[in-house]
Nanobody, 129 residues
């Protein structure tokens, strides 16, 4: 079974930057499509960004486009999310996710949690004003 471990969350001032990382274990010989969702206090979990298994295509929520960048290690199932120009509205628990058995990522399905098979425990990002 795939396990996802996030790291890199923390407290940052508005306007600052942060990088969160996620490493997948429990899978060998297969590269996974991976992504990030987030859940702010009192809100539903929402899509942030995702990247195909080969890193050729990325998808972003409109709210983070131009500020966040998703990337991945070319050889490993490790994904990074660079968060720039942070605002207090970005405060949330950021969850890593991946697809092992599901469909290929497309612009139509990337934003739905049901597209993904496994989830990490989350890493908290707090942006102070």
């Amino acid at each position: 079974q795939v396990q996802l471990q996030e790291s890199g969350g923390g407290l940052v001032q508005a306007g600052g930057s942060l990088t969160v990382s996620c490493a997948a274990s429990g899978v060998t010989g297969t590269r996974l499509a991976m992504g990030w969702f987030r859940q702010a206090p009192g809100k539903e979990r929402e899509f942030v960004a995702s990247i195909t298994w080969n890193g050729d295509t990325t998808f972003y929520a409109d709210s983070v486009k131009g500020r966040f960048t998703i990337s991945r290690d070319s050889a490993e199932n490790t994904v990074y999310l660079r968060l720039n120009s942070l605002t207090p509205e970005d405060t949330a628990v950021y969850y890593c996710t991946c697809i092992q058995w599901g469909p290929a990522l497309t612009n139509e399905n990337a934003k739905y949690a049901r597209t993904y098979d496994y989830w990490g425990q989350g890493t908290r990002v707090t942006v102070s004003s």
